[in-house]
């Protein structure tokens, strides 16, 4: 199978994962607020597990400047760090916020926003070598499925029936096979090298794990919430580079 259908598979997955989010009206709050900040240090381990182990060494093996590597790495890093200052709204950061129509609809273009570039990011890790882009998308997914759990309670709290919450957050989802066709298209087109997108994609996914995902998950007032919480964030990075042996 060619890079083509694993861009395009990808990105359909990914817009699915949209749907989790329904998974809010069947739980109760209580069992939710006890699952979503787990589940939010599972995905920063994840992410940057996926940088660590899965992109940054590829992505020395295939350009071989270790200072151009690095200086992707900080370009994606500030790309997403000036895409949150732009959109003024930070990712899973939504429980106690005061809610309005006008934020639900920040937060979907803010997602859409987001998932282009990381449909980039993927699909151009997907040109170069398939098994990593398989654990880069991973990696992407283990954060997506918190975010969209926070992201459809936003809405339906914010106004939004339970019908029109879930397509638009599949529209928002979308925008990642969007990402991906985009840089697919255009590499064949304009033969453009894509290997830089690697390291820009492993700088993206540091800055979520670390600026957006650990902060949420570091504040806990208990002994017991901290353990699972790092339990969590090293469950992650354990299994992104148990992925990394595997998919060698």
């Not at 709204?89 to 570039?117: M, Q, S």
């Not at 398989?134 to 283990?142: E, F, H, K, R, V």
């Not at 949420?216 to 042996?245: C, D, P, W």
Request: proline share 2%; with cysteine; glycine share 10%.
């Amino acid at each position: 199978m060619n890079a083509f259908f694993w861009i395009l598979g990808s990105g359909l997955l990914m817009s699915a994962i949209a749907l989790s989010g329904s998974i809010t009206l069947v739980l109760k709050q209580k069992t939710l607020d006890k699952i979503l900040l787990p589940l939010v240090a599972f995905a920063a381990g994840s992410l940057i597990g996926g940088a660590l182990f899965h992109m940054l060494p590829v992505a020395i093996e295939q350009i071989g400047d270790t200072h151009l590597v690095f200086l992707c790495v900080a370009g994606g890093f500030i790309a997403f760090l000036a895409l949150e200052q732009f959109m003024h709204w930070r990712h899973c950061h939504r429980k106690h916020v005061d809610l309005k129509e006008p934020v639900t609809y920040l937060i979907l273009i803010a997602d859409g926003l987001h998932n282009f570039i990381g449909g980039l990011a993927v699909g151009g890790v997907f040109l170069i070598d398939i098994k990593l882009g398989i654990s880069t998308w991973l990696a992407a997914a283990a954060h997506e499925v918190p975010q969209e759990l926070g992201d459809f309670g936003v809405l339906i709290k914010g106004g939004w029936k339970k019908r029109k919450a879930l397509l638009f957050n599949v529209i928002s989802g979308l925008t990642f096979l969007a990402g991906g066709m985009a840089v697919y298209f255009a590499s064949a087109e304009l033969e453009i090298n894509t290997d830089f997108l690697i390291p820009f994609g492993a700088g993206d996914f540091i800055y979520i794990g670390a600026s957006d995902l650990i902060p949420q998950v570091n504040k806990e007032a208990t002994i017991r919430g901290n353990i699972i919480h790092y339990s969590s964030f090293v469950m992650g990075l354990a299994l992104l580079y148990v992925l990394s042996q595997i998919l060698k």
